[in-house]
């Protein structure tokens, strides 16, 4: 069946600039997970839905940063005025049980 | 700062060999561990995983052991074969439901 899908694959923008990653969870996975990946690193978790609601954000690194699942299954990670830093690729996965997390491919952004 | 030209821990085998990947976790809280397995441009994939009421667990060429006392755990695959080079990271779960991961090793496997 279909895995966690993510787009675009690559996004370069310029410093400033806003954008927005989508993740497309596996279907009837409830839960989603949005991850950052710095070169030569682990994940490091910025949010987590279960439904419609995040029931975890404490990982976003700054008010810069938003995501909405308004409808329980595709999420959108949102970033406002973005900075050299922000560069990485972010990392989505879904669960159906909050054991096994399922991961998509990533989205490498590139903020020049 | 950034963390410019961070260099991974690297294990070099030997086709057919056994190889052992070690992790330290962080919080004696932790309830749960996985490790997973990350290609060049992919996201990470899920090898095998335990609960800390496990000190064991085997899969299909990989076992996983977790020993509580220090904080350990490892990942021995059997028989290691080229398509398992890969950076492995383990993860732990210890408040609710995301998981923070670990450094990462990069396996290298000669033929």
């Known amino acids: 069946g279909a895995g966690v899908s993510q787009t675009p694959s690559n996004k370069v923008t310029e410093k400033g600039k806003y954008v927005e990653l989508r993740c497309d969870p596996i279907?009837?996975?409830?839960?989603l997970y949005w991850y950052r990946q710095s070169l030569g690193q682990g994940p490091e978790f910025l949010i987590y839905?279960?439904?419609?609601?995040?029931?975890?954000d404490s990982g976003l690194p700054n008010d810069r940063f938003f995501a909405v699942r308004p409808e329980g299954s595709v999420s959108t990670l949102k970033i406002q005025r973005t900075e050299r830093g922000d560069s990485a690729v972010y990392l989505c996965?879904?669960?159906?049980?909050?054991?096994?997390?399922?991961f998509g491919p990533g989205t490498r952004l590139t903020v020049l | 700062g950034e963390n410019v030209g961070l260099h991974l821990p690297t294990l070099s085998v030997q086709e057919g060999d056994n190889s052992i990947i070690n992790c330290a976790y962080s919080?004696?809280?932790?309830?749960?561990f996985i490790w997973y397995k990350q290609e060049s441009g992919k996201g990470p994939q899920f090898i095998i995983d335990?609960?800390?009421?496990?000190d064991k667990r085997q899969g299909q060429r990989v076992t996983v052991l977790l020993n509580k006392t220090v904080k350990h755990l490892s990942l021995q695959i059997a028989a290691t074969q080229p398509g398992d080079s890969a950076v492995y990271f383990c993860?732990?779960?210890?408040?609710?439901?995301?998981?923070?991961f670990g450094q990462g090793t990069e396996l290298s496997v000669k033929p």
């Open positions: 996965a879904s669960s159906s049980d909050g054991n096994e997390q399922f």
């Open positions: 279907s009837g996975h409830t839960a």
């Open positions: 839905f279960q439904g419609t609601g995040a029931a975890d």
């Open positions: 919080n004696s809280a932790s309830d749960y």
């Open positions: 335990i609960r800390s009421n496990m």
């Open positions: 993860a732990e779960r210890n408040q609710g439901e995301k998981l923070i």
